[in-house]
């Protein structure tokens, strides 16, 4: 495996200054310090830590754009009639090297950070009074960040893994250590393979409850948090008996329990995210101003309500899916008066008790997508001691006051349904078309052009982006850009 050992040189000015002792939630500023000053006590290295998470609340990745460029594109938003101008491009898939994604830094800010920790580490670090137990913990979480990373960049940049060319198809550069340099990308089964090795040494490291505590237990990666990733991550890959053991580990943990019919509505009214993470969450990016990711009101809250920008509108095509006694159908509104005939997703409704729509909570994965894993993984071929894909369904649809599937009703297409309905507005939707090679179809379309996409087509990887192309002599642009 050739992996490389360079960090892009396009990102090196963005990451000096910031692989170390940023604040993350709860934590308070610290004066800007050397790597090896703040990298050289346990108390520095998991500072270095907690900062590795910041990323995430970036509006470049959870924080808004990363979760709306994926329902934008997959069909299930569109651009309103309340428009600042945001995200035309991606809605009508317009993308250009000058116009592609921000995740491409953001990212690679993260891997910098996490790759600080661990190369101390993974040196023999050890500390009087510190447990090898402690310091184990700190790499794991690092590793379960790295790992969620790439497997976010695979998915934007590249196209499916399961598709086309597969493995051996242009991936995104594997850097694992902190050095100037101009690397080439490594194919997209290297890529996988690293998320892999990340995501399993994870698992067996991190603890079951995590020792930082602070605001939100559900911003923090866990084993069951790495478990969670890696069913999703096979569910990529099209293991399906991986996919199935990893949903089913997590669903039996008996942690995260499903949200009744009663329990699902905005969270202001007692269900959905919740202020410190709701029961269904696994893991979660915590949103606080106080974060420096923190975009002031380029949040995912104030792009998706009417009584902020706006702009990002439900689109009537995932609307119409919905049964009248379907909870989930709830979480949707018009504007009155002047925008009846407009919907607008409640899933981010801003945070209580004033509804600040500078602050919410993203989920990252929820414990319904783990019975939606494990219905397709089996119906793909994986066993399952006591589960059946059509009890996977209808326990999420009975905790939604959904009618119930019959057994011979359960299909594939009955679970990417599901998928749709269930998961919108949390950032799958475009990947799921995507993995599973199905083309978009849009019938509520209000663009001008490329209202369908079919499948394959170049645009389906987004182009890398044209800072990173100027600056690094060895990076490829993905083809046809």
Same mark, same amino acid.
């Given at each position: ?69 994926? *329902?934008? $594109?997959?069909?299930?938003?569109? $651009? ?9 491009? *991606? ?112 698992? !067996? ?17 866990? $084993? ?30 008996? @942690? ?34 106080? @974060?420096?990711?923190?975009? @002031? ?28 006694? *379907?909870?989930? $159908? ?83 297409? !009955? ?20 993995? !599973? ?19 394959? *087509? ?13 600056? @690094? ?9």
């Amino acid at each position: 495996m050739n992996i490389q050992k360079t960090i892009v040189v396009g990102l090196l000015a963005l990451l000096v200054f910031t692989t170390a002792c940023e604040d993350f939630l709860y934590q308070e500023p610290r004066l800007s310090q050397t790597n090896e000053l703040t990298l050289s006590t346990f108390e520095g290295l998991q500072a270095a830590t907690l900062g590795a998470y910041t990323p995430l609340y970036s509006s470049d990745w959870y924080g808004r754009d990363f979760v709306v460029t994926a *329902d934008l $594109k997959g069909g299930n938003a569109k $651009k309103g009639p309340i428009s600042s101008g945001r995200f035309f491009t *991606d809605y009508l898939w317009n993308n250009t090297p000058q116009a592609t994604h921000g995740l491409w830094t953001r990212a690679y800010q993260l891997i910098g950070r996490a790759n600080n920790v661990l190369e101390v580490i993974n040196a023999g670090f050890s500390e009087p009074g510190i447990e090898q137990e402690q310091i184990d913990q700190l790499a794991a979480e690092c590793r379960f960040l790295r790992g969620l990373a790439y497997f976010d960049l695979a998915r934007l940049f590249c196209q499916p893994i399961a598709q086309g060319s597969g493995m051996n198809q242009l991936g995104v550069p594997v850097v694992l250590t902190y050095e100037l340099g101009q690397p080439a990308r490594n194919t997209l089964g290297e890529v996988y393979d690293q998320i892999e090795v990340d995501l399993i040494n994870a698992e !067996t490291h991190l603890a079951e409850v995590s020792p930082n505590g602070g605001t939100d237990s559900k911003g923090w990666a866990t $084993k069951s948090v790495a478990q969670a990733l890696l069913a999703r991550y096979y569910l990529y890959t099209e293991d399906w008996d991986n996919a199935a053991d990893y949903a089913s580990m997590v669903i039996n943990s008996g @942690n995260y329990p499903l949200y009744t019919a009663e329990e699902y509505t905005t969270w202001d009214n007692g269900g959905v995210w919740g202020t410190d993470g709701g029961a269904e969450i696994i893991f979660e990016v915590y949103g606080a101003e106080g @974060n420096s990711s923190h975009s @002031n009101w380029n949040t995912i809250s104030y792009i998706m309500s009417p009584e902020g920008y706006g702009d990002i509108n439900a689109s009537h095509d995932v609307y119409n899916l919905y049964e009248d006694g *379907d909870v989930r $159908k709830a979480l949707f509104r018009n504007y009155e008066p002047n925008y009846v005939n407009d919907l607008w997703s409640l899933k981010y409704p801003g945070k209580a008790p004033d509804g600040n729509l500078r602050e919410d909570n993203i989920p990252v994965l929820r414990i319904s997508e783990m019975y939606l894993i494990r219905a397709e993984a089996i119906l793909n071929g994986a066993s399952v001691s006591g589960a059946t894909a059509h009890d996977d369904l209808n326990m999420i649809r009975a905790n939604r006051g959904a009618s119930l599937l019959d057994a011979g009703n359960t299909t594939l297409t !009955t679970v990417y349904l599901e998928r749709r309905m269930e998961l919108c507005y949390e950032g799958h939707q475009l990947f799921d078309l995507a993995r !599973t090679g199905r083309s978009l179809v849009r019938v509520d379309y209000g663009g001008s052009v490329n209202q369908n996409i079919a499948f394959p *087509d170049y645009r389906w990887a987004m182009p890398i982006p044209q800072a990173e192309m100027d600056a @690094n002599a060895n990076m490829e642009q993905n083809p046809e850009y």
